[in-house]
C-alpha cells in the first residue's frame, strides 16, 4: 500500500535548493600503518553497562564535588530509553542532566515540596498519566493478530492498491508572511499562478512535459530527470487530497491536469501510467494497517466508557456563566483551555 515515492515535494510543499558542487580537498600523505606492537589492541570495557558489570565502584565522573561510580551513572542512564539514548549521541550532557533534575528533585523532597500545593497534585497526575497510558498500551497488545484476513481486505478494497506513475512540474510561491527562500525562486501567490497558466498553455499547445519540466520546474530533484515523481500509492499518507483526487479519479493514462494549488505551489502533473499494486507486495502493510485499526477501535471503545454526562451544568459554570470544561485528560494534562480552543464549538473536538 505504501510505496516508495519522491513526492517529497508534493508531500513538504517546499523548493529543495540547488546541489552545491564539493570542492575537493588537497590530498594529504596517508600517515605509515602503525604496528601491531605499538598500538595493542585494547581490553577495557566500553560502554556504561558493561563498565558498571565490570568494575561498578570504579569513579568514571565528578558532578558538583561528587564522584559517580560506573553504577550509579549506568542506573541515572537507564532511566533514559535505550534507542533515545543511543541516538543523542552526548552521554557526558545526558548524564549531567539526569543528575541536575535528580539533585534538584531531592533538594525538593527535603524541603517538602512534593507535598505541598500545587506540585503535590501535579506529581499525582503525572503518575497517573503515566499509568494510565502504560494500561491502554497494554490493552493494544493483547492480541496481535489482525481481526480481518489481509487477503479479504485486498479483494474488497481494489481502489486502495491502485498506482500511478506520474512526473510533473512545480511553480513555487512565498505565502504572505513567510520569509524570503535563498536557496528558491521568490515569487507571490500571483506571479506563480501566472507561470503555471503560461506553461499549461505550453502544454496544451504540443509542448512536452518532460522537457518544460527541466527549464521550469522548482524542484530541482525532479526536474533533473524530465519531471519524474515517481509512483503514487492511492492508500499513500501525507500526500494532498488535491493531488490523489485529480490523478486517481480525473486523468487517464496520457493527460496532464491543470495547474493544482497547494500552500506554496502550483503543480501541474502528468499521469504516466496505472497500475495495481500485486497482494504479495501490499500483504505487510495491509496486516499493519489492519493492526493499526484494531488498536484504534479498542482505544476508542475503553474511551467512550469515561463520557462526561452533565448532571448540574451550574457546577462546570465559568464566571461569565459559560459552561467551559477544563478538566484535565490525557492530552491535556494541565487543564487549560487556549483562546483558540474556547472559542471553538461543542462537538468539533474529537
Not at 343 to 350: D, L, M
Amino acid at each position: 500500500m505504501k510505496r516508495s515515492i519522491t513526492l517529497s515535494l508534493l508531500i513538504s510543499c517546499a523548493t529543495l535548493a540547488w546541489p552545491q558542487a564539493s570542492t575537493p580537498k588537497a590530498s594529504t600523505p596517508a600517515p605509515p600503518p602503525a604496528s601491531a606492537s605499538s598500538a595493542p589492541a585494547s581490553n577495557e570495557p566500553k560502554g556504561p553497562e558493561a563498565v558498571a558489570q565490570k568494575e561498578p565502584n570504579k569513579v568514571v565522573a565528578t558532578i558538583n564535588g561528587k564522584q559517580l561510580t560506573a553504577k550509579e551513572a549506568a542506573d541515572m542512564l537507564s532511566m533514559i530509553p535505550e534507542q533515545q539514548r543511543r541516538n543523542a549521541g552526548n552521554l557526558e550532557k545526558m548524564l549531567e542532566q539526569i543528575y541536575l533534575v535528580t539533585d534538584l528533585a531531592k533538594k525538593a523532597e527535603g524541603d517538602h515540596l512534593d507535598q505541598q500545593a500545587p506540585y503535590k497534585q501535579q506529581i499525582q497526575l503525572s503518575r497517573d498519566q503515566i499509568l494510565a497510558q502504560a494500561y491502554m498500551s497494554r490493552l493494544t497488545n493483547v492480541s496481535s493478530a489482525p481481526p480481518t484476513d489481509p487477503k479479504q481486505y485486498y479483494d474488497a478494497h481494489p481502489e486502495e492498491f491502485d498506482t500511478a506513475k506520474l512526473s510533473g512540474i512545480a511553480i513555487a510561491f512565498n505565502p504572505p508572511g513567510t520569509p524570503a527562500n535563498p536557496n528558491g525562486p521568490n515569487r507571490t501567490e500571483q506571479e506563480a499562478r501566472q507561470k503555471a497558466d503560461d506553461v499549461e498553455k505550453k502544454i496544451k499547445a504540443g509542448a512536452d512535459v518532460s522537457t518544460l519540466a527541466r527549464t521550469d520546474s522548482d524542484d530541482q530533484r525532479s526536474a533533473s530527470q524530465g519531471g519524474s515523481l515517481g509512483t503514487l500509492s492511492a492508500a499513500a499518507p501525507n500526500v494532498p487530497s488535491e493531488i490523489k483526487d485529480t490523478v486517481f479519479k480525473k486523468l487517464q493514462p496520457g493527460q496532464v491536469s491543470e495547474p493544482i494549488r497547494l500552500p506554496n505551489a502550483f503543480y501541474i502533473i502528468k499521469l504516466e501510467s496505472r497500475t495495481k499494486e500485486p497482494y504479495d507486495q501490499a500483504r505487510d502493510n495491509i496486516v499493519q494497517k489492519l493492526q493499526a485499526d484494531k488498536n484504534q477501535a479498542v482505544v476508542k471503545q475503553e474511551m467512550d466508557k469515561y463520557k462526561l454526562q452533565i448532571d448540574d451544568p451550574n457546577f462546570f459554570a465559568t464566571s461569565s456563566g459559560t459552561v467551559g470544561a477544563k478538566t484535565p485528560s490525557l492530552k491535556n494534562p494541565s487543564g487549560s483551555t487556549s483562546p483558540s480552543a474556547s472559542a471553538s464549538q461543542p462537538g468539533t473536538h474529537k
